[in-house]
């Protein structure tokens, strides 16, 4: 046990020596941040105002019972505010009078229905109403965006350690393994523990960026049932890339495969699901998006565990032919 410690300490310590893995463990928080920047927080989405010193106290009162509001000190302030890249509007008073200010190339009818809320905030006579939420449906492809940033948060555990895989196959230190007491069972057992790490701190980067820190324990959830698969990345890239460069080859047609095929599904009529039920990928991506629904994921996780064992099975045994490991233990 102490060896296989030993050995998993070693995987760490050689990933944070190679650029290529660091930018891999890098680039599912770098896609969270370009994410947020596409999209905004859309699930929070509210009327925003931004204000300065010109409006009175019972005045900011009022607008902030009707939307988010942020105050400046001053109209310059107010004015640079506006020509940000989110959608905001501005309110001023001059002269006793009520202005809204707005860059002018917001979406169609957000002049309007900015101008309503204010008039109402503060008319003085202001309408009486009950706060109500609702669940608001986000669109699809914000969705699939943030399902596809957890998939890769995912996969980047398995692909470091198929890396390493790789390297240790090209440079025949997994010869050492084969003849030493670790065995091919041990070497298993430090890549699968090594693999789930990272994809565990990917995964939990990505989602604490995105917003989603409520549902951190459930993607955390997922992440460990998908442990299988993740090991099946794991040895699926050294069994099939002698070197460095065809691993880039391998990784160019397993990234796309472990993410599109269970994105595919949401385009693919429910009458037609049955022909994704033995595949991994499928219940890996319904038990991500069923916790971004806030349903009930646990089978789909149980299913995505269950789905993958001959996938992990077949891409060991598929390893353990091209390195001859099995063999060389035994001499």
């Excluded at 994921?297 to 390195?323: D, G």
């Amino acid at each position: 046990m102490k060896g296989l410690w030993t050995n998993i300490c070693r995987e760490f310590k050689i990933i944070t020596r190679d650029g290529i893995s660091i930018a891999l463990l890098g680039a599912p928080a770098l896609l969270s941040v370009i994410m947020l920047a596409i999209f905004g927080q859309i699930s929070g989405t509210s009327a925003s105002f931004v204000t300065d010193k010109s409006l009175t106290d019972e005045q900011k009162t009022r607008l902030e019972a009707v939307g988010d509001v942020e105050y400046v000190e001053d109209f310059l302030s107010l004015e640079k505010r506006i020509k940000g890249m989110d959608s905001v509007a501005g309110v001023y008073s001059k002269d006793g009078q009520i202005f809204i200010l707005t860059e002018g190339n917001e979406e169609q009818g957000f002049d309007q229905g900015m101008s309503y809320l204010v008039s109402k905030a503060l008319a003085e006579n202001p309408v009486e109403y009950i706060k109500e939420e609702v669940v608001s449906k986000t669109p699809m492809a914000y969705d699939i965006a943030i399902v596809s940033v957890i998939l890769l948060a995912m996969f980047i555990g398995g692909s470091l350690m198929g890396l390493n895989g790789v390297a240790e196959r090209e440079t025949k230190v997994i010869f050492a393994y084969s003849i030493s007491p670790i065995g091919l069972w041990g070497f298993v057992a430090q890549k699968l523990i090594s693999a789930t790490i990272y994809a565990l701190l990917s995964v939990a980067i990505a989602a604490i960026i995105m917003g989603k820190s409520e549902m951190l324990l459930m993607l955390l959830l997922v992440t460990l049932f998908s442990t299988l698969f993740t090991g099946f990345i794991t040895f699926i890239t050294p069994a099939m890339a002698e070197n460095q460069v065809s691993a880039v080859g391998v990784m160019k047609l397993l990234m796309p495969l472990s993410m599109i095929i269970g994105i595919s599904s949401v385009f693919v009529p429910d009458k037609w699901h049955f022909l994704y039920y033995l595949l991994p990928m499928y219940w890996q991506y319904t038990a991500i998006q069923n916790v971004l629904d806030n349903k009930g994921a646990i089978l789909n996780m149980i299913l995505t565990a269950v789905t993958a064992i001959p996938w992990f099975i077949a891409a060991v045994m598929l390893f353990s032919k091209k390195t001859n490991m099995v063999a060389r233990r035994n001499k």
